[in-house]
Nanobody, 115 residues
Framework: QVQLVESGGGLVQAGGSLRLSCAAS????????MGWYRQFPGKQRELVAS???????NYATSVTGRFTVSRNNAKNTVYLQMNSLKPEDTAVYYC?????????WGQGTQVTVSS
């Protein structure tokens, strides 16, 4: 089993920055992919950004140039640096880890951007 613990959400004004962290523990293998999804009220979760253990990164178009995903493999932690935040970035952000056929989710952290 794998556990994911997220931190770093909160309230910020438009134009501000936040940094999310997600620490993984448990039965981890090399070659996994970690990433961030977000969910708006009444909508399905959508990809924000992902990063493989080989440092390949993928971003949603809406966050490209504003958000940066990174990871520390020694700490089994993935980060999401969010700059130039907009009110439309307000959502619950979830950490996701995929290894093999298994998918794990964090508990979610609220990000609220005020105008």
């Amino acid at each position: 089993q794998v556990q994911l613990v997220e931190s770093g959400g909160g309230l910020v004004q438009a134009g501000g920055s936040l940094r999310l962290s997600c620490a993984a523990s448990g039965s981890l293998f090399s070659g996994n992919t970690m990433g961030w999804y977000r969910q708006f009220p009444g909508k399905q979760r959508e990809l924000v950004a992902s990063i493989t253990s080989g440092d390949y990164r993928n971003y949603a178009t809406s966050v490209t140039g504003r958000f940066t995903v990174s990871r520390n493999n020694a700490k089994n932690t993935v980060y999401l640096q969010m700059n130039s935040l907009k009110p439309e970035d307000t959502a619950v952000y979830y950490c996701k880890l995929t290894q093999g056929y298994d998918i794990y989710w964090g508990q979610g952290t609220q990000v609220t951007v005020s105008s």
